[in-house]
């Protein structure tokens, strides 16, 4: 394979094979750079993803989902065949990294760097975590409004049941 710089610009830090399907049948290759973000198509035709840019660290998940993360920024991009723009995500600035390596694996995407105390760092995510309960403060706390509501609904009914339907 051979892998050739596309465009003036900044280097390309990351290529990844993507599976068979998840950006179409024609895509084999998702690669990352400074200035753009590129499609490798099966007959070695190279797009540009419009709208995405560049990027220091760049990584796809079990998903199909490329994660994007640009310097110094308090901001993941992440950008799937499946939504047409691409998608922004704030991160604290405790946890925050310049980003140079990124990984994924274990269901958890990484990124590697220089933390905001001088020292390598990681920022570690699991992208799948907001689909799950045990996981999720938003969804848990979703759970526990439904679980009252029912409880004060099966309350109210009973009450109405122990005075033979009329209000207390």
């Not at 998940?61 to 490329?66: A, L, M, R, Y």
């Not at 679980?147 to 122990?162: Q, R």
Request: hydrophobic share 45%.
């Amino acid at each position: 394979m051979s892998l050739l710089h596309h465009g003036a610009g900044g280097e390309i830090h990351s290529a990844y094979f993507v599976n068979e399907g998840d950006w179409g049948d024609d895509v084999e290759m998702i690669i990352a750079g400074e200035t753009s973000t590129l499609l490798l198509l099966s007959d070695s035709t190279i797009i540009d993803l419009p709208s995405v840019g560049g990027s220091t660290a760049a990584t796809i998940d079990e998903n199909g989902v490329f994660w994007l993360a640009r310097s110094d920024s308090l901001e993941l991009f992440s950008i799937s065949s499946d939504r047409a723009q691409m998608e922004s995500h704030k991160i604290s600035n405790s946890v925050a990294v310049d980003a140079k390596i990124a990984t994924a694996a274990d269901g958890e995407v990484q990124f590697y760097g220089t933390g905001v105390d001088g020292y390598v760092g990681v920022l570690s995510f699991d992208p799948g975590a907001g689909n799950d309960v045990s996981q999720s403060l938003a969804l848990f706390g979703d759970l526990l409004f439904v679980i009252i509501v029912i409880s004060c609904l099966v309350i109210i009914g009973h009450m109405f049941y122990i005075n033979d339907l009329k209000p207390w």
